[in-house]
C-alpha cells in the first residue's frame, strides 16, 4: 500500500465539510466545502475503497485500482456509515489502525479508516427520560457546571 496521504487527519476532517449526495448504491455526488466543487466518488467493485474525480482522485495508479483516499472519498464513507449510526476515524498507520480493535476500512493512499457505533447524544439521552428524571438530571448538570453560565 503506497502510503502518499500524510496529513491523514486534516483530510479526514476535511471531508466532515463536504456535502455528500447518494446518486446510486455505488456512486455519490460530494460538493467540496471549501470550493463548492462538484467530484464524482464510485465505490470500488473490488474491495474497500473509492474512485474520486477530483484532481487528486484522476491520477490514482492502476496498482491500486485507481483508488483514492482523498477527503472526498472520506466523506463518502462518513456518509455510509453515518447512516448505519457510526462514525469515523482515520489512521495513517496500520499499527494505529489496529489499536483500536474496530473494523478497518483500506481507502488506499495510506489512508484507513476505522469505524464505532456512535455514541447516543445527551439530546437523545433525556428524550428518552421521564419529564421528571430529565429535571433532575439537568438541575444536577446546571449546579455542576453553573447555571448562571447556561448549558
Ligand atoms: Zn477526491
Same mark, same amino acid.
Not at 479526514?12 to 455505488?26: A, F, N, R, Y
Not at 484532481?55 to 455510509?80: D, N
Not at 447512516?83 to 476515524?89: A, C, P, V
Not at 489502525?97 to 488506499?108: E, G
Given at each position: 500500500?503506497?502510503?502518499?496521504?500524510?496529513?491523514?487527519?486534516?483530510?479526514?476532517?476535511?471531508?466532515?465539510?463536504?456535502?455528500?449526495?447518494?446518486?446510486?448504491?455505488?456512486?455519490?455526488?460530494?460538493?467540496?466545502?471549501?470550493?463548492?466543487?462538484?467530484?464524482?466518488?464510485?465505490?470500488?467493485?473490488?474491495?474497500?475503497?473509492?474512485?474520486?474525480?477530483?484532481?487528486?482522485?484522476?491520477?490514482?495508479?492502476?496498482?491500486?485500482?485507481?483508488?483514492?483516499?482523498?477527503?472526498?472519498?472520506?466523506?463518502?464513507?462518513?456518509?455510509?456509515?453515518?447512516?448505519?449510526?457510526?462514525?469515523?476515524?482515520?489512521?495513517?498507520?496500520?499499527?494505529?489502525?489496529?489499536?483500536?480493535?474496530?473494523?478497518?476500512?483500506?481507502?488506499?493512499?495510506?489512508?484507513?479508516?476505522?469505524?464505532?457505533?456512535?455514541? $447516543?447524544? !445527551? &439530546? #437523545? +439521552? /433525556? *428524550? @428518552?427520560? =421521564?419529564? $421528571?428524571? !430529565? &429535571? #433532575? +438530571? /439537568? *438541575? @444536577?448538570? =446546571?449546579?455542576?457546571?453553573?447555571?448562571?453560565?447556561?448549558?
Amino acid at each position: 500500500m503506497a502510503k502518499t496521504i500524510v496529513n491523514t487527519k486534516e483530510i479526514h476532517l476535511k471531508g466532515k465539510t463536504h456535502k455528500v449526495e447518494k446518486i446510486s448504491p455505488v456512486v455519490y455526488k460530494v460538493i467540496s466545502g471549501s470550493s463548492g466543487s462538484t467530484y464524482w466518488v464510485r465505490l470500488s467493485d473490488v474491495d474497500d475503497g473509492a474512485i474520486c474525480s477530483c484532481p487528486w482522485g484522476k491520477y490514482r495508479p492502476r496498482a491500486q485500482q485507481f483508488k483514492s483516499g482523498c477527503s472526498h472519498s472520506q466523506a463518502v464513507y462518513q456518509f455510509i456509515l453515518a447512516e448505519q449510526g457510526r462514525t469515523t476515524s482515520a489512521w495513517g498507520d496500520k499499527e494505529s489502525a489496529r489499536r483500536q480493535h474496530r473494523p478497518i476500512v483500506d481507502l488506499s493512499d495510506g489512508v484507513l479508516l476505522t469505524t464505532r457505533k456512535a455514541r $447516543e447524544s !445527551a &439530546e #437523545r +439521552v /433525556v *428524550e @428518552r427520560m =421521564s419529564p $421528571e428524571t !430529565a &429535571e #433532575r +438530571v /439537568v *438541575e @444536577r448538570y =446546571s449546579s455542576l457546571l453553573g447555571a448562571e453560565e447556561g448549558i
